[in-house]
């Protein structure tokens, strides 16, 4: 077994050594709890959860950490616009975060953070960086803290940008910084916010800042230094550069290895809440099977964008049903015991090969091909065989079925239920109708089916139907 995954520090892909042999442990940035999730928010939570996965297949013990970022500025402006406490839209926004990433079948973190309930660390870190001249106070008598950009020599590394080329960002404030770049530790309270958003420290009354809270609650519950710390590609800067900063002027080893997912993109710009363009997750999985959903998710590169379209969800619902039904056909049934030497040596290389899902997803549908040609010719031994070999390669994937993860998520098999029903009761009445010999009865059933879209094949076992 040899993982590789892309190393952004060095820009090419390179063989996945863990910290300690056997375990991994992953620390990935929640998400920023003002708002329900979209398809962008959870492509990450999709990305991550098959990287698990698929180390946990190959024999690896994984710990993963992702945090809830619960305060912070725009959790405070959006709550005041809706008249409500900013800790109950938190909290309101994280449960439904929790809704959406179960319902696409990812398992929850090993732990999963709050910044509220580290303020702590938070304090004692930045205490350190003062200590070592990576930080200072803001002279203004405001309470903030910042990070001196300029006392960390490898300042840019994980971006690859000189500090020189670096502009602050456009609704930084200024005040109180040796220079613009300069990032917040902490926020002192300002006379508008509520006394509930703000913390005792010694340089005064505030909050962290949010590139802080990563790396103290990475520090608690991973140590020193970690294997994999990502996200959302939008986090590479300034949040992961300002992360690694912080936490390496401190005198940690911090991620080894940094792993940024692509945008889900409309009409090629990036799913967000600030364009309107998102689409929730738990509004989308009432409209589309949620395997489906993953799939869509899954399939593509972690690295490449992927464009969200009307007809998106209806492909990948289409090519689910494809595997569906030489599930159905082969027999499929019951909760899957899964066992890394069933899978195609295909599948494992492209796994290996930087979490390849494109390569991976195509030795599925090749192999969903070949097993319905084996069955097809009456060769129920290899159609068995390709059968176990689909549902590993699924089981890795999150698309298993029969996984007990998906118990109570709403994957369309309520509706599907009714509408296998229905379909039979047509398909006997038509067995009737042939049974009795009256041809035209039974013709007309078929051909009303099949101006559904539905086709029917008659087997040795009755008449079998599928999209």
């Not at 298993?400 to 009761?425: K, N, R, T």
């Given at each position: 077994?040899?993982?590789?995954?892309?190393?952004?520090?060095?820009g090419?892909?390179?063989?996945?050594i863990?910290?300690?042999?056997?375990?991994?442990?992953?620390?990935h940035c929640?998400?920023?709890v003002?708002?329900?999730?979209?398809?962008?928010?959870?492509?990450?939570?999709?990305v991550?959860?098959?990287?698990?996965?698929w180390?946990?297949a190959?024999?690896?013990?994984v710990?993963?950490?992702?945090?809830?970022t619960?305060?912070?500025?725009?959790?405070?402006?959006?709550?005041?616009?809706?008249?409500m406490?900013?800790?109950e839209?938190?909290?309101?926004?994280?449960?439904?975060?929790?809704?959406?990433?179960?319902?696409?079948?990812?398992?929850?973190?090993?732990?999963?953070?709050?910044?509220t309930?580290?303020i702590?660390?938070?304090?004692?870190?930045?205490?350190?960086?003062?200590?070592?001249?990576?930080a200072?106070?803001?002279?203004?008598?405001?309470?903030?803290?910042?990070f001196?950009?300029?006392?960390?020599?490898?300042?840019?590394?994980?971006s690859?940008?000189?500090?020189?080329?670096?502009?602050?960002?456009?609704?930084?404030?200024?005040?109180?910084k040796?220079?613009?770049?300069?990032?917040a530790?902490?926020?002192?309270?300002?006379p508008?916010?509520?006394?509930t958003?703000?913390?005792?420290?010694?340089?005064?009354?505030?909050?962290?800042?949010w590139?802080?809270?990563?790396s103290?609650?990475?520090?608690?519950?991973l140590?020193?230094?970690?294997?994999?710390?990502g996200?959302?590609?939008?986090?590479?800067?300034p949040?992961?550069?300002?992360?690694?900063?912080?936490s390496r002027?401190?005198?940690?080893?911090?991620?080894r290895y940094?792993?940024?997912?692509?945008?889900v993109?409309?009409?090629?710009?990036?799913m967000s809440?600030?364009l309107?363009n998102?689409?929730?997750?738990?509004?989308?999985?009432?409209?589309?099977?949620?395997?489906?959903?993953?799939?869509?998710?899954?399939?593509?590169?972690y690295?490449?964008?992927?464009?969200?379209s009307?007809?998106?969800?209806?492909?990948a619902?289409?090519?689910?049903?494809?595997?569906?039904s030489?599930l159905e056909?082969?027999?499929?049934?019951?909760?899957?015991?899964?066992?890394?030497?069933?899978?195609?040596?295909a599948?494992?290389?492209?796994m290996?090969?930087?979490?390849?899902?494109p390569?991976a997803?195509?030795?599925?549908?090749?192999?969903?091909r070949?097993?319905?040609?084996?069955?097809?010719?009456?060769d129920?031994?290899?159609a068995?065989?390709?059968l176990?070999?689909?549902?590993?390669?699924l089981?890795?994937?999150?698309?298993?079925?029969?996984?007990?993860?998906?118990?109570?998520?709403?994957?369309g098999s309520?509706l599907?239920?009714?509408?296998?029903?229905?379909?039979?009761?047509?398909?006997?009445?038509?067995?009737?109708?042939?049974?009795?010999?009256?041809?035209?009865?039974?013709?007309?059933?078929?051909?009303?089916?099949?101006?559904?879209?539905?086709?029917?094949?008659?087997t040795?076992?009755?008449?079998r139907?599928?999209?």
């Amino acid at each position: 077994m040899s993982f590789h995954l892309f190393d952004e520090r060095i820009g090419a892909v390179t063989e996945f050594i863990p910290l300690n042999p056997g375990k991994v442990s992953i620390y990935h940035c929640g998400l920023t709890v003002q708002s329900a999730p979209h398809l962008g928010h959870i492509r990450k939570e999709v990305v991550f959860d098959v990287l698990r996965r698929w180390l946990t297949a190959e024999g690896f013990e994984v710990k993963v950490v992702a945090n809830v970022t619960d305060i912070d500025d725009k959790i405070l402006a959006k709550s005041a616009a809706l008249g409500m406490e900013w800790y109950e839209l938190a909290y309101s926004v994280e449960l439904e975060l929790h809704r959406a990433y179960q319902a696409l079948g990812c398992l929850p973190p090993s732990y999963e953070p709050r910044a509220t309930g580290h303020i702590p660390e938070m304090i004692e870190l930045i205490k350190k960086l003062i200590g070592r001249d990576h930080a200072y106070v803001a002279e203004d008598g405001s309470g903030d803290v910042y990070f001196d950009v300029h006392s960390w020599p490898d300042y840019g590394e994980l971006s690859n940008q000189r500090i020189e080329d670096m502009a602050p960002a456009a609704d930084a404030d200024p005040r109180g910084k040796h220079d613009p770049r300069d990032f917040a530790l902490w926020k002192g309270t300002k006379p508008d916010e509520p006394t509930t958003a703000s913390w005792p420290a010694p340089w005064g009354a505030g909050r962290p800042g949010w590139h802080l809270e990563c790396s103290a609650m990475s520090l608690k519950y991973l140590g020193a230094e970690f294997d994999i710390h990502g996200g959302g590609l939008d986090l590479r800067f300034p949040h992961h550069e300002n992360e690694l900063a912080q936490s390496r002027a401190a005198g940690y080893g911090f991620a080894r290895y940094w792993m940024h997912n692509a945008f889900v993109t409309m009409a090629g710009e990036k799913m967000s809440k600030s364009l309107g363009n998102g689409t929730v997750v738990t509004e989308v999985t009432q409209q589309y099977p949620a395997r489906a959903v993953r799939l869509y998710l899954a399939a593509p590169h972690y690295r490449s964008a992927v464009e969200f379209s009307p007809t998106s969800l209806d492909e990948a619902s289409a090519q689910l049903e494809r595997i569906d039904s030489f599930l159905e056909r082969a027999g499929a049934s019951g909760e899957f015991v899964f066992n890394f030497s069933q899978l195609p040596t295909a599948f494992v290389e492209a796994m290996d090969d930087d979490l390849g899902t494109p390569a991976a997803v195509a030795v599925i549908f090749e192999a969903v091909r070949q097993g319905n040609r084996y069955l097809d010719a009456g060769d129920k031994q290899a159609a068995e065989l390709t059968l176990t070999q689909v549902r590993a390669m699924l089981h890795v994937l999150g698309l298993e079925p029969f996984d007990p993860a998906w118990a109570g998520s709403h994957d369309g098999s309520d509706l599907a239920d009714i509408v296998d029903g229905l379909v039979q009761l047509l398909l006997e009445q038509r067995a009737q109708a042939r049974a009795r010999k009256d041809w035209a009865a039974a013709d007309a059933i078929r051909d009303q089916l099949t101006a559904l879209g539905l086709t029917i094949a008659d087997t040795a076992d009755g008449a079998r139907w599928s999209r």
